[in-house]
């Protein structure tokens, strides 16, 4: 099943995804590690 996102859902996603690229892989495997 497809479901679409609605305007300001694309847009948090878009924003969660630039703030989660500034870091590295090994940023977050560290915090993965952490839990």
Do not use: P
Not at 3 to 22: M, W
């Amino acid at each position: 099943m497809k479901v679409q996102l609605t305007s300001e859902q694309e847009a948090i996603r878009e924003g969660v995804a630039a703030v989660c690229a500034r870091f590295g892989d090994d940023y977050w495997l560290r915090k993965d590690r952490e839990k």
